[in-house]
């Protein structure tokens, strides 16, 4: 699978991955937070687990679900 930071699909750890730039050089649209979370450029933390098999049950009208 590929990173959400850089969409990188090499070897590196994509739990921790903190670049600036996507595979092609290009910069990243999202990055890591200070506690190591997935936010958007507006700093707002995205959620993932719209994408797992027991899905995001968040009942918060403010939680919103955007590709990184």
């Known amino acids: 699978s590929a990173c959400a930071v850089c ?3 090499h070897r590196h750890d994509i739990g921790k991955c903190v670049s600036d730039t996507l595979w092609d050089g ?4 999202c990055k890591r ?3 190591g ?3 958007n450029p507006e700093g707002i933390i ?5 994408q797992r098999p ?4 968040s009942p918060s009208p403010s939680h919103v679900h955007e590709c990184s």
């Open 7 to 9: 969409l990188g699909r």
């Open 33 to 35: 937070n200070e506690r």
């Open 46 to 50: 995205l959620c993932s687990d719209w």
């Open 37 to 39: 979370r997935l936010v």
């Open 26 to 29: 290009n910069s990243s649209r």
């Open 54 to 57: 027991q899905s995001c049950n």
